[in-house]
């Protein structure tokens, strides 16, 4: 999925927000929302950087620490901190993410000339996950792919755990008849 682009102006809209003193934007179009940050339900399994999973409206959306992801430092839980919801494309099917950032910043209007390819080094993080240095009031930010970001084998892996969150708890089994109490009389 592309970027937001103004008509005629070859510019492209990204949400710009803070991770661990860097920062960082993905399309517009893949952002759904911005949610403050709330509590997780841890799912077993799951890689480290998979935080779990929230309820967003009745829908089970998994969570992805981007810091744990990139090998960055730990920081705090400020109440700055929120959750980016964005969608990923899985098997050519929309999947919704939650993103957990320090802060969200600014919409930016990049043109194709405000931005220039990953750096072979000097970023925190693995080139395959960017999409482009944008140049913006003279600072650089570094433009992620969001579906680069989680390998394939770790998506299906948040999918089934989603599914698997969502699904209506089974039923329990019916209780064995009562077997008589022991006593302490023994």
């Known amino acids: 999925m592309s970027q937001s682009t103004e008509p005629g102006s070859g510019r492209s809209s990204y949400l710009s927000f803070m991770l661990a003193g860097e920062e960082y934007a993905v399309g517009l179009l893949r952002v759904r929302e911005i949610i403050e940050h709330r509590p997780v339900t841890r799912v077993p399994g799951m890689p480290a950087a998979v935080q779990g999973v929230i309820n967003l409206r009745g829908s089970v959306v998994p969570v992805v620490d981007l810091a744990v992801k990139f090998g960055l430092p730990p920081r705090p839980i400020t109440r700055w901190s929120c959750f980016v919801i964005v969608e990923v494309v899985l098997d050519g099917q929309q999947t919704v993410l939650g993103l957990l950032t320090d802060t969200v910043r600014e919409v930016l209007e990049l043109g194709p000339a405000d931005i220039e390819p990953p750096p072979a ?66």
Not at 153 to 173: G, H, K, N, Q
């Open 121 to 186: 080094f000097g970023t925190r993080v693995r080139l395959e996950f960017l999409r482009g240095m944008g140049r913006h009031n003279d600072t650089f930010i570094l433009l992620l792919d969001l579906d680069r970001v989680l390998s394939l084998e770790e998506l299906l892996r948040l999918t089934a755990a989603t599914d698997e969150a969502a699904a209506p708890a089974a039923p329990a089994l019916a209780a064995p008849a009562s077997a008589p109490e022991a006593s302490g009389n023994g």
